[in-house]
C-alpha cells in the first residue's frame, strides 16, 4: 500500500487543522490505519489510530482534541485536529499496518504542521 498525507501548515494555537491521507494499491479495509508525529530532536511517537473495524483510540496528549475517521470506499483517513497547542508542532506520518503472521509498517511521506504561539 502507498501513502499520501497532506494538509498540513502554519496554525496559530487553539486553532484547527485537518490532515488527510489517501491510499493506494492495496485493499484498504484490511489495515489498521494510524498517525504518528515527530518533533525536532525528539523520537517518532503514536497520536491516534483506526483499527479496520473502526475502533479509535488516541494518545493521551491528543485525546479530546483530534479525531480520527476513515472512509473505506474513498481509501482515505483524516485527523482532525483542534484546539493546537505550540507542542503538537511536528511532522506528521500517516502509517498503515496489517498482521500476517507479523507486523507490516507502511509510511506516507509526512506533512508539517507548525502551531505558533
Known amino acids: 500500500v502507498q501513502l499520501q498525507a497532506s494538509g498540513g501548515g502554519l496554525v496559530q494555537a487553539g486553532g484547527s487543522r485537518r490532515l488527510a491521507c489517501v491510499a493506494s494499491g492495496s485493499i484498504f479495509s484490511i489495515y489498521d490505519m494510524g498517525w504518528y508525529r515527530q518533533a525536532p530532536g525528539n523520537q517518532r511517537e503514536w497520536v491516534a489510530v483506526i483499527t479496520s473495524g473502526g475502533r479509535t483510540n488516541y494518545a493521551d496528549s491528543v485525546k479530546g482534541r483530534f479525531t480520527m475517521a476513515r472512509d473505506n470506499a474513498k481509501k482515505t483517513v483524516d485527523l482532525q485536529m483542534n484546539s493546537l497547542k505550540p507542542e503538537d508542532t511536528a511532522v506528521y506520518y500517516c502509517?498503515?499496518?496489517?498482521?500476517?503472521?507479523?507486523?507490516?509498517?507502511?509510511w506516507g511521506q509526512g506533512t508539517q504542521v507548525t502551531v505558533s504561539s
Open positions: 502509517n498503515a499496518r496489517l498482521y500476517d503472521g507479523r507486523r507490516n509498517d507502511y
